[in-house]
Every structure is written in C-alpha cells, then in structure tokens.
C-alpha cells in the first residue's frame, strides 16, 4: 500500500511540475461548432486565448472568419461569451469541480468557408504568464521563482486532499458495493433453500397420494 501511494504520488507530481497546456490549431466549418472540455479542480485559475487565423496575412480579415464563443461549468453556467469575434480571451476561478467546456462556433455563411482556430487553455500554476512577471532585477526574479514554486506546491497541496477524497468516496463505494453483495448472496440462499424446500414438500405429497411412501 506504501509503495502504491509513494508511486501515487510521484506521478501526480510529475504530472504537475510537466506542462498542460491545452494547445491547439484546427480547422472549422461555417456552420459547425466544436466544443472542447477540460476538468478543473475546484478554486483552481484557468485562463484561454482564442483567434481566428488570417488566410490572407496581407489582407484584413474577411467577415466570414467570425466566431462565437462560450465558455461554461459542469452545471453550465456561463463564465464567457463572445459573438462574432475573431479573436479574444477570458479567465475564470473554478467554484467547483468538473469538466469546464468551451464550444467556438463559426458563423453561418454561404458559401461555406474553411476556418483556422487557434486556441490556447491553461490551468492552474500554467495559466500564469510567469515570464511577463518577472523582472529586470536579479531580486525581484528570485522572489518570482520562488512564487512559482510556492503556487506549484500549492498546487499539489490541493491535488493531494483532492486525491485523498477521491480516495475515500471509492472506499466508501467499495464497502456499500460489498454489503449489497453480501445481502443479495442470503437473498438468492433463502431463495434457493425455499425453492428446495417447496420441491420436496411437493415431491412428498404427490407420493403420499399415489401411496409410494
């Protein structure tokens, strides 16, 4: 058990100090709409930038490359919309746990054109732009380090309670699931038994009928 939750423990580390950065760039119809989920932990920061890429970077931007955005929790309610933007951004604390969905839609427009989205999600300690905080002088860029690795203790600090009720709502499960096991092992032996015993009783009075016994 020490060693499964040293390993435990170590992967969630590793998996918090390594970058998870949702980013992407992918194709969008007029018309259609793409929705993209990330699961954020409770009183966590998660920031998103979005655009619309130009096909024609000497020209502006036609007015069929406009998206609508909206950004919502597990319960959907909405932390962000945007209509007929090409591109923007938007920042949220989670208030609880579970999959935040972000959906881009394009606009309808006739004839159908092809657009190119680049999106960026970040979470937790990433979703801070340590670089642009840090400074010039040799201090103020130690003090950002060491907020840096103050928010990625945090950060596990936070992981580990979250895992350890995680934990405890499986054991809990794990002991209703066996109670319920066990009560339905008697049920189906009284069953059986009863089912037995009828059989005999009836086995029994049909000879006594016929006079066999």
Known sequence: MDLHRSSTITLLILSILSPTTLSMRYELLSGHTKCISEEIHANAMSVGKYSVVNPHEDHPLPASHKITVKVTSPQGNAYHEADGVSNGQFSLTAVETGDYITCISAVDHKPETMLTIDFDWRTGVHSRDWPNVA???????????????????????????????????????????????????????????????????????????????
């Open 135 to 213: 400074k010039m002088s040799q201090v103020e860029n130690i003090e950002s380090e060491v907020k840096k690795l103050l928010d990625t203790v945090t950060s596990i600090h936070d992981e580990m309670f979250y895992l350890r009720d995680r934990e405890e709502e499986m054991h809990e499960l794990n002991m209703s699931t066996n109670s319920k096991m066990a009560w339905l092992s008697f049920l189906s032996l009284g069953v059986c038994l009863s089912v037995a015993g009828l059989q005999f009783w009836h086995l029994k009075t049909f000879f006594e009928k016929k006079k066999l016994i």
